[in-house]
């Protein structure tokens, strides 16, 4: 989840980037630190990073990063599946879209971790600086725009697998309330996998649980103002796309909200809506 990018600035990055003729100038590769296991048979499973997930991470989404930073085994065993096998790379492992999606949004959680782990300790992800001559871009560009990673034998940016991948080939809001960018103004990263026989429900359950929290959905009666994650503001276009003409993104809020709050929405006619700025510290338990 990188945020929408500043278009003055990603206009004269790609410019740069032609004119140097190389990967984002200063790009780097993160490369497994294990080799694949044995050829796969059947579709490709998501057993390892369950496992990550359910010995390093609460159930409030955060992330032990001291504890996987000493421990990262099954997490790089995980990653170097991910970079060996992919829908794109082998499409006949992965049969429905439900795989395929599964694949992708678990690549990228994973792909978070990784990075993370390649600059740890760090407060955060702004700490990841962008390098000369592209001092000028924001601070998280340096975690999300200048170190690829390795999907099916493809090395891809955070930013590029997902804005140009993911919610490209896959038009469901949802996303967004599934990958997680290491930083506490995200989604919560769950304690299991994505899997492709309940991704729908999966979704679902992210999404409602994204908007319960009162750091990302609450109502202001005394200040007449609806506050609602930034989210809704980077990635607007998503959440219309979803929505018959002449609606709003809180129109998409409201059927994912409670009983309760989805009454005082319907009462906060004429309201403000106002954005909740975002949070980029780093999603620890420290």
Known sequence: MTGRPRPAALTLLLALTAFFGFCVAGCTTIRPQSAPAAPL????THE?????????????????????????TDLQAYYA???AYS?????????????????????????????VLRHYPIAGVTEIKAPFPFFF??????????????????????????????RPRFADPRLHFALNCASTGCPRLPRNAFSANDLDEELERETRHFLSEERNF????????????ALFDWYAEDFLAALPPG????????PYLADEPQAQLRRANGYALRYIPYDWSLNSQR
């Open 48 to 72: 390892r990073f369950d496992r990550v997930l359910q010995r390093f991470v609460d159930s409030d989404g955060r992330v032990d990063y001291s504890a996987l930073h000493r421990e990262d």
């Open 81 to 83: 599946q991910v970079a």
């Open 87 to 115: 829908p794109d790379s082998h499409p006949a492992l992965f049969p429905t879209a439900s795989h395929r999606l599964a694949y992708w949004i678990n690549a990228y959680n994973a792909a978070v971790l990784v990075n």
């Open 247 to 254: 609606a709003t993104v809180l129109d998409y809020v409201g």
């Open 137 to 166: 871009m924001p601070d998280r560009s340096g975690f999300f725009y200048f170190h690829r990673l390795l999907f099916g034998g493809r090395a891809l940016t955070l930013y590029t697998l997902e804005h140009k991948l993911i």
């Open 218 to 229: 609450r109502i202001d009666a005394p200040g007449r103002a609806v506050y609602l994650s």
């Open 41 to 44: 048979e059947g579709p490709l």
